[in-house]
């Protein structure tokens, strides 16, 4: 059945948006990432269920994705289903110092919502891009705060396909990482534990916050945020900018000049691009420091898909 025929059918299946060969670079903050054969962002959680089901009974492999704030698409883009959360499931409820998100609300929507009622805890997701679902496979974190401090309880849509609740020890949280990643588990809400706080402080602690990551980030600029984890006791931006490599250009690509762990899209950059400018940055601190640094940015998709 070809993809025009498969969409019309979601459509009159689901609430939710429907996509025929849509192009990542829509779907990504670096603006980069070939088509997706069918994209859809599911109105509610419990559209997910339903396209996971609908994807397997036709074969079609699933991605799913956030808002794509830690994500490099590759050029020849990603067969079959890509679950797109943000614009998605987004629903935030609290209850004295609990609050449950929706896994597809932004991370500075939920910490504004967290002010709103005078909860402490999530001023370091301000100026994070991606999604409460995407935040905690990444367990995602700034200014000394991280996912794992405050989530307490994880509603994930599992392999055996079924709802089931995690507490946090069975996520493995680590730094930038936790057993969520690769494993074929599509997070659905997030329980967080807060506490009361003076309103005007947890405000200016995010207003710090926000003017700290403008001065030392090129935030207005797309890209992935940090290319590579921190090596144990090191700071990779640093080694990167010892090893001479901001500014770099390769295509559209650029290593930023306000900070060397970070790749900009500085127009029509292409996923190859980025991937030598990744493999440079590898080599060069490599030579000079003998460390290899880690991606933290997840490549997704292929560099060139044959569609029959
Ligand atoms: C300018 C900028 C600044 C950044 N600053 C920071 C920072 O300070 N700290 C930090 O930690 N990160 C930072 N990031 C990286 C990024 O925002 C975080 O990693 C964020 O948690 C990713 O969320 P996302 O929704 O965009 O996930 P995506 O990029 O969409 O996905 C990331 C991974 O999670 C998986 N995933 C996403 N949602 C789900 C779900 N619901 N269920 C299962 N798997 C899922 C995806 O398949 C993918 O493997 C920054 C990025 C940018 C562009």
């Known amino acids: 059945m070809g993809l025009a025929m498969l969409a019309g059918e979601l459509e009159q299946q689901i609430k939710g948006r429907v996509l025929v060969n849509e192009p990542m670079k829509n779907h990504t903050t670096f603006r980069i990432g070939g088509p997706a054969d069918l994209l859809v962002i599911p109105a509610e959680v419990e559209e997910i269920p339903f396209l996971l089901v609908f994807a397997e009974r036709r074969g079609l492999p699933v991605t799913i994705l956030g808002n794509g704030s830690n994500v490099l698409v590759r050029d020849g883009g ?16 609290v209850d004295g110092e609990s609050l449950v998100a929706e896994a597809g609300t932004m991370m500075p929507l939920l910490a504004r919502e967290a002010l709103k009622y005078g909860l402490t805890g999530l001023e370091f997701m301000i100026g994070i891009p991606g ?3 995407g935040g905690v496979v990444m367990n995602a974190g700034a200014h000394g705060g991280c996912m794992e401090q405050v989530v307490t309880q994880v509603e994930i849509f599992g392999p055996d396909r ?6 946090l020890m069975a996520l493995q949280m680590g730094y930038r990482n936790s057993s969520l990643q690769g494993n074929f588990s599509y997070v659905t809400r997030v329980r967080f534990r807060l ?8 405000k200016e602690r995010m207003e710090q ?3 700290y990551r403008r001065s ?17 006791g090191e700071a990779a931006g640093r080694l990167l900018e010892m090893a001479g490599v901001k500014g770099l250009t390769r295509g559209g690509a650029q290593v930023a000049e306000k900070h060397a762990n970070f790749i900009i899209n500085k127009g029509g950059a292409t996923a190859a691009d980025v991937l030598a400018l990744i493999e440079e940055m590898q080599s060069a601190v490599a030579n000079k420091f003998g460390i290899e640094l880690k991606r933290e940015i997840q490549i997704l998709g292929e560099d060139r898909i044959c569609r029959g």
Do not use: C, M, Y
């Open 195 to 202: 506490s009361h706080g003076d309103r005007e402080l947890i």
């Open 78 to 93: 990603i067969p079959g289903l890509v679950l797109k959360l943000r614009g998605g499931p987004k629903k935030i409820e």
């Open 131 to 133: 999604t409460v679902g």
């Open 216 to 232: 030392k980030q090129p935030w207005n600029r797309p890209s992935a945020g940090s290319v590579f984890v921190n090596p144990q």
């Open 162 to 167: 079924k709802f089931r609740r995690l507490p």
């Open 209 to 211: 916050n926000l003017r």
